[in-house]
């Protein structure tokens, strides 16, 4: 093998490693076609790089290229049929042939790793479905299925601009490629992406059931036991899945959890624009998250060293918890500082709630969630080990039995409607609605006024969150239509 035939990228010329097959995640065998030395290729993509051997796992192979944000991939197609893959790397291209179904495979394994660029040959954009300061979420479909996804467009100049931006952005890639590789169905799965003259692109699945602050908007009643077990029960299984990789999300709220349908079992955690590993510390913002949601330990750090846990997670999964039992924000004042005080203070009393409103068991998970000190809270593990995530039959047969008794109590079919729920399109004073049938036997009479103020930000420097439920104007569609949809970069 001639010496000059061999390349290694990182940003520059080095020499080329022994690669260790062990960690290859994927492999294919494709043709080289121009100048010298065509013939079959053997590709092996590992998660930092890919290596290119003219023969089956040689220890040093032809080329080398390091995966990080300054390489690229582009496709080349015949008749709407992938023809050819070409690496992008160090100002070089690197070709290789194969056919549509090599190629579509291999296309499907690297697309979590690596940039691609010339999106609109894969998607025709539809529609904007939500819009943040720094990105669009807009509704996409695929040429070669008419599959429909969600892309997150994040605009270069505006995250670059931004202090620590483009390594948050990194940051945010890295955390859903860790979080996709082993899917996991209370996880919002990161499919491609790409990279355009204007935006970079992270392409999703699309959760066409909305977010759980759009149902928290339409219903005119509380949430049954039943369906809060069914909600919180996904919400937890996701977080353990997140936790048991090290990774904080840092910005769970009602916004941030979606449905791929209309079925409350198709939960998804979404939006890990603020995520962060434990052990990546110092934190890119070590003090971010949304007032009234946000951890106390997260609020009292005073360093850019200081450190945390994943259980600042539970914490606000506690909080979503208590707006589905009571109907009412936690910490509730409408001038922000007073409310981040009430949130860093935690005072929290549950005795205030009678038995009706709040049962023992309610309590107890609601304690052990919304501890002040984190060492106290339980894991996402040990939650859903916890009482209130056993069946109805179960619970009541641990109830107040006086009460279980009290035909008075069991005779009750009316729930409390969400009167002063702001976000209520009709006055329904004349409509009471009944709780669904699946609620235990014993109704409790609740507060139901829902007021939330999720969208307030307490530090300037954390990333700006995208509100995939504001309605935006389809003005400003033409330009992504213009780097998407047209057939030129």
């Not at 922000?336 to 309610?362: A, P, T, V």
């Amino acid at each position: 093998m001639r010496q000059k035939s061999q390349t290694v990228h990182e940003g520059g010329l080095k020499k080329l490693q022994a690669v260790d097959y062990e960690k290859c995640i994927y492999n294919c065998l494709l043709i080289k076609q121009k100048f010298i030395g065509r013939g079959p290729r053997y590709i092996y993509l590992f998660k930092n790089q890919i290596c290119i051997g003219k023969s089956p796992f040689v220890q040093i192979p032809e080329r080398q290229f390091q995966i990080n944000q300054d390489m690229r991939i582009q496709w080349s197609y015949k008749k709407n049929q992938l023809k050819s893959v070409i690496f992008q790397v160090g100002g070089e291209q690197f070709e290789y042939f194969g056919t549509n179904e090599q190629l579509r495979e291999l296309k499907q394994k690297i697309a979590l790793y690596v940039f691609q660029v010339k999106i609109q040959d894969e998607y025709q954009a539809e529609s904007i479905l939500g819009k943040g300061s720094y990105a669009t979420v807009l509704e996409l479909s695929s040429l070669q299925c008419q599959k429909q996804y969600a892309a997150k467009c994040i605009d270069q100049q505006r995250i670059n601009e931004k202090k620590n931006g483009y390594k948050q952005l990194l940051q945010e890639i890295e955390t859903m490629r860790i979080l996709s590789e082993i899917k996991h169905q209370n996880i919002l799965q990161l499919h491609e992406l790409y990279i355009g003259n204007q935006n970079y692109y992270l392409v999703m699945e699309l959760a066409k059931g909305g977010s759980l602050l759009s149902l928290m908007k339409k219903r005119q009643t509380l949430f049954s036991r039943s369906d809060i077990r069914i909600i919180m029960k996904q919400l937890l299984e996701g977080l353990a899945f997140i936790h048991s990789h090290n990774i904080m999300h840092r910005d769970l709220k009602p916004e941030n959890i979606l449905f791929m349908n209309k079925d409350l079992e198709s939960l998804v955690i979404a939006d890990f624009g603020l995520a962060q590993s434990v052990d990546s510390h110092p934190y890119t913002y070590p003090k971010c998250g949304t007032p009234g949601f946000v951890a106390p330990e997260i609020l009292e750090q005073d360093s850019d060293q200081a450190k945390y846990s994943v259980l600042c997670d539970i914490f606000s999964a506690g909080v979503i918890l208590y707006i589905l039992l009571i109907g009412e924000p936690l910490f509730e004042k409408k001038d922000r500082k007073e409310q981040l005080e009430l949130n860093r203070k935690c005072d929290i009393n549950f005795s205030k709630f009678s038995h009706d409103q709040l049962n023992d068991i309610e309590k107890d998970l609601l304690i052990k969630m919304l501890s002040r000190n984190p060492e106290f809270r339980w894991s996402a593990n040990s939650l859903l080990k916890h009482k209130f995530f056993v069946s109805d039959d179960q619970i009541e047969s641990e109830i107040d039995f006086y009460k279980l008794n009290n035909m008075a109590i069991l005779k009750k079919s009316m729930m409390p409607t969400f009167l002063k729920n702001p976000f209520m399109q009709n006055n329904c004073k004349n409509q009471p609605t009944t709780r669904d049938k699946s609620i235990s036997l014993i109704n409790r009479q609740r507060n139901c006024t829902l007021v939330m103020q999720t969208n307030l930000r307490f530090d300037k420097s954390s990333q700006e969150q995208l509100n995939i439920d504001q309605v935006v104007g389809i003005g400003s569609f033409g330009l992504f239509k213009d780097e998407i949809n047209q057939k030129n970069f």
